[in-house]
């Protein structure tokens, strides 16, 4: 058991860190403003240019085939330098990974890990939130393509998007979990409409709403079998639960450092009680960052998650509020006027308790799936 | 970096583990039972699991603080009533200060807030205050801290007080008084912060391993407890609650243990910055699993006959033990150099 560097682990964060003096974009405090998100597919290509991004992933598809602990390192030291977290996407590249023929893998995993290729992901939809499988958007057959009709919400960054891993039924005669299929869908093309939708902190690229009505889709691009979009999304979800997936690691200890150099800048003139706000911030920072040392560790072997992500959801999503609620301590809410960076940290720091799951849905599945407690 | 045990790390475990399932007290009422609990005495010292931090011939410990941590959590899950953590903390003590080793049963004397080493500051007594022997059954005397002009040595002080029982699994005693002086070994701060290290991941692994056995306990009896014609386990307000737990021990358990890693790893003030970082997440993790497994057992967890508040209460203990959330906390904010409340000593 160590949590030191090996002398591997540590000649590749002296050459992060090396690089990371001249590549740091420095971009915005946090990656919840629209400004941040101007320049993350930049940011994206730079890291991955310089050889710092899919490192757990294979090298065919761009990736550098490391054991998944290089994460941890990438994360810390983009925290110590203040430079951006990585882009979250992992999860995507999982489920088309575990999912896709080797053809969908050539033809879509490499732009996505690269960072030319600009993904969202059409899951949600106005009656499907946590009942995910009540989705009704339809894929139609019509020769060599589908056809897609629906409404899909909170989907982030779909104006940005070229491509979008959407979930749609194709089956209706079948249980609801298992007439769903996913397709890679073209973003660019007529029969797909945008309403971006405004947080509660005003940035309006994290949730969109996408109308697809006419839009197509060819049949070459589905991901998996027909009826596999369930167990796809499952994959997706399961990763996009894990903190060592996200990165989200490398936001809060940027988030806390900054905070933690803006006290010692000016030591008195935070109240004690933000301090102690902070204090927590940091601890729990370090906690879900030696919990992510733990998981991936446990990736050496092999472990693949399945409910246990709903508990690394479940620490994640306090830590980023604890995050959250020491930025406003130490930050101000800005309800005096000035900046309002660390307002929307805060602001945003909800929503995690929603994404990817809500924290009721993941108690549910870690009281029932994990300490086996009866169904109601 | 890989933070999975090694296999055996594993099979220390499973055999801490082993012996307390055996041994350790099962029901309330079998704390009294002196007969099993001199087994389980012994089953330790035979295995010499309070040895393993006293000097080998190179004056390094016979084993990590990791392999210690280890133990600790599985004593801590199984409600062991077996000195472990005081006999420890005085075997390295004894290491760190360079003297023999201890002939008898030790343990430490620390002031009464718990939150450090006992100090004779006129170098001959523990004055009024006095101080508290912890974790000390069986042991025949505390390791202290004497001033001695500029120095600062281990002393001695032999048990004779009031026991203290909080924690129905590990008792105190008060002691006051003289302090005998220990032969050589004098103490550098240096010493001292790399015994504050192991003594705060000692008990945020005994934390870890409370809250382990308080979820368990709490998940059993919710399976169990049936009210509307249902096992009370199947409501969701029930449900949340013991994930919430879940989720407090299982995120704790990383921490701890690199804690107990950086104790021999790092350098001084990083093991005692980890150590604190730990401690303070744990001990106000462990006090709420532990509130939950009592409100889980409903009137019935509100009865000394109930184990639920043997975990509560030994999870007390080990939170206070050189400082609780509070107090390390403090100590988290020093070493980032932010402003805090510690008076350091």
């Known amino acids: 058991m160590d949590f030191g560097d090996s002398p591997e682990e540590a000649e590749f964060r002296a050459r992060l860190r090396a690089w990371l003096v001249d590549h740091n974009p420095g971009l915005p405090a946090s990656s919840t403003d629209d400004d941040y998100w101007a320049g993350q597919a930049a940011w994206h290509q730079s890291l991955y240019d310089g050889g710092f991004f899919g490192l757990s992933w294979p090298a065919d598809i761009g990736g550098h085939g490391l054991p998944s602990v290089y994460d941890v390192i990438l994360d810390e030291e983009l925290a110590a330098a203040g430079a951006p977290p990585r882009p979250s996407l992992g999860y995507l590249v999982q489920g088309i990974l575990h999912h896709g023929s080797d053809d969908i893998r050539r033809r879509f995993l490499p732009g996505i890990v690269n960072g030319r290729d600009r993904w969202c992901q059409g899951f949600s939809e106005p009656d499907a939130g946590s009942d995910l499988a009540a989705l009704r958007t339809r894929a139609d057959r019509d020769g060599d393509e589908f056809v897609i009709t629906g409404h899909k919400v909170w989907t982030s960054y779909s104006d940005d998007a070229e491509w979008c891993l959407l979930l749609a039924r194709t089956d209706h005669e079948v249980p609801k979990h298992k007439g769903i299929s996913a397709f890679a869908v073209p973003m660019r093309q007529p029969g797909i409409e945008q309403r971006p939708l405004k947080m509660i902190n005003g940035i309006t690229k994290e949730f969109g709403e996408v109308i697809f009505d006419g839009a197509r889709v060819p049949a070459a691009n589905m991901i998996g079998r027909p009826g596999e979009g369930w167990p796809l999304a499952m994959t997706v979800v399961s990763h996009e639960r894990e903190p060592g997936e996200l990165g989200f690691v490398g936001r809060y200890k940027k988030v806390v450092k900054e905070l933690t150099e803006q006290v010692r800048r000016d030591p008195l003139r935070h109240h004690p009680g933000a301090v102690r706000d902070l204090g927590w911030a940091i601890v729990e920072a370090e906690v879900l960052r030696l919990h992510v040392c733990r998981r991936l560790s446990d990736r050496l072997d092999g472990i693949e998650h399945g409910p246990a992500g709903s508990i690394d959801k479940l620490l994640m999503t306090q830590v980023e509020q604890t995050v959250g609620h020491a930025a406003v301590s130490i930050g101000g809410s800005g309800t005096g006027g000035g900046d309002d960076t660390w307002l929307k940290v805060y602001l945003y720091s909800r929503a995690q308790s929603v994404m990817g799951g809500t924290s009721q849905v993941q108690r549910n599945l870690v009281a029932r799936r994990i300490l086996g407690l009866p169904d109601a | ?345």
């Open chain 2, 1 to 345: 970096m890989d933070v999975r045990l090694s296999p055996e790390q594993q099979a220390l475990r499973d055999s801490v583990a082993q012996v307390v399932g055996r041994l350790g007290a099962k029901a309330v009422g079998q704390l009294d039972d002196t007969e099993r609990a001199a087994k389980l005495d012994a089953a330790v010292t035979a295995a010499g699991w309070r040895e393993l931090r006293t000097a080998s011939d190179a004056g390094t410990p016979w084993a990590s603080a990791v392999e210690v941590a280890i133990i600790a959590e599985e004593l801590g899950r199984g409600l062991a009533d077996v000195a472990f953590l005081g006999p420890t903390l005085a075997a390295e003590l004894r290491r760190l200060a360079g003297t023999e080793a201890a002939t008898d049963a030790e343990t430490v004397a620390l002031d009464p807030s718990l939150v450090s080493i006992a100090i004779a500051t006129d170098g001959e007594s523990l004055g009024d205050e006095g101080a508290v022997a912890i974790d000390a059954a069986g042991a025949r005397a505390a390791l202290a801290v004497a001033i001695d002009g500029a120095e600062e040595r281990i002393a001695r002080i032999p048990l004779h007080g009031d026991r203290v029982e909080v924690d129905l699994t590990r008792p105190s005693v008060r002691v006051a008084g003289a302090v005998e002086a220990i032969e050589g070994g004098s103490l550098e701060p240096e010493v001292l912060g790399r015994w504050l290290a192991l003594g705060l991941a000692i008990t945020s692994a005994e934390l870890v391993g409370t809250m382990r056995g308080a979820v368990d306990l709490a998940v059993d009896y919710a399976a169990q407890r049936r009210q509307f014609g249902v096992a009370i386990g199947s409501f969701q307000a029930v449900q949340h609650l013991l994930a919430d737990a879940h989720v407090a021990a299982e995120g704790s358990r990383a921490v701890s243990l690199h804690a107990a890693w950086a104790v021999d790893a790092l350098p001084v003030s990083e093991a005692m910055a980890a150590a604190a970082l730990a401690k303070a997440w744990c001990a106000r993790a462990a006090r709420t699993v532990c509130e939950t497994a009592i409100q889980v057992h409903g009137g019935i967890g509100n009865t000394w006959e109930c184990l639920a508040h043997v975990h509560l209460r030994r999870a007390l203990l080990s939170a206070d033990v050189l400082g609780g959330a509070d107090t390390n906390l403090d100590r988290v904010l020093a070493h980032q150099g932010l402003p805090h409340r510690l008076e350091m000593r």
